[in-house]
T-cell receptor, first 111, second 115 residues
């Protein structure tokens, strides 16, 4: 089955700097890769996603890149702000209605 | 459109008891997935229901079961509760097209504490 590894588990950056979170997946049949943000005490919310026929997608300060050959994808947050502090989860969808999540990255933005 | 709702929001049980959690998906969504979230294990997939049928399941023991009703509402049951079952249980609904993946919308979760 699918396995998703996410790194780092914790990340601390200065406000205004960039943050990068990386994930690798094991199943080459995976074709959809969402990223979720979960603030403390709240539900996970989708922030960006990418499909396997696209190499990069950007939405304002957030971007995701996908390398199908290497089976890894990354989340990039630029010009970080305090409200970006949260736990971020990557996930991979195999097409069997099963979404497999990474272990999560706790991102802290220091003022 | 109302979001995904879960009841109850908090639950305290003792070992050996059983519990039923409920999830109401977004109107029109026919797929409901359940996840267990713990600090050490992250988000673990339990099972997914579509049109009252379980389409996929994760690697949890048979004590964890679920069902879906004709109105797409879903329930999850855990029997013979163990201390390790203490977790946040999240459900997520999805429109679920025939061949492509749609965004999953999460509910607020049910916080289960087993004493």
């Amino acid at each position: 089955g699918e396995n998703v590894e996410q790194h780092p588990s914790t990340l601390s950056v200065q406000e205004g700097d960039s943050a990068v979170i990386k994930c690798t997946y094991s199943d080459s049949a995976s074709n959809y890769f969402p990223w979720y943000k979960q603030e403390l005490g709240k539900r996970p919310q989708l922030i960006i996603d990418i499909r396997s026929n696209v190499g990069e997608k950007k939405d304002q300060r957030i971007a995701v890149t996908l390398n199908k050959t290497a089976k890894h994808f990354s989340l990039h947050i630029t010009e970080t702000q305090p409200e970006d502090s949260a736990v971020y989860f990557c996930a991979a969808y195999q097409g069997a209605q099963k979404l497999v999540f990474g272990q999560g990255t706790r991102l802290t933005i220091n003022p | 459109k109302a979001g995904v709702t879960q009841t109850p929001r908090y639950l305290i049980k003792t070992r050996g008891q059983q519990v039923t959690l409920s999830c109401s998906p977004i109107s029109g969504h026919r797929s409901v997935s359940w996840y267990q979230q713990t600090p050490g294990q992250g988000l673990q997939f339990l099972f997914e229901y579509f049109s009252e049928t379980q389409r996929n399941k994760g690697n949890f023991p048979g004590r964890f079961s679920g069902r879906q009703f004709s109105n797409s509402r879903s329930e999850m049951n855990v029997s013979t509760l163990e201390l390790g079952d203490s977790a946040l249980y999240l459900c997520a609904s999805m429109l679920s097209g025939p061949s492509s993946y749609n965004e999953q919308f999460f509910g607020p979760g049910t916080r289960l504490t087993v004493l």
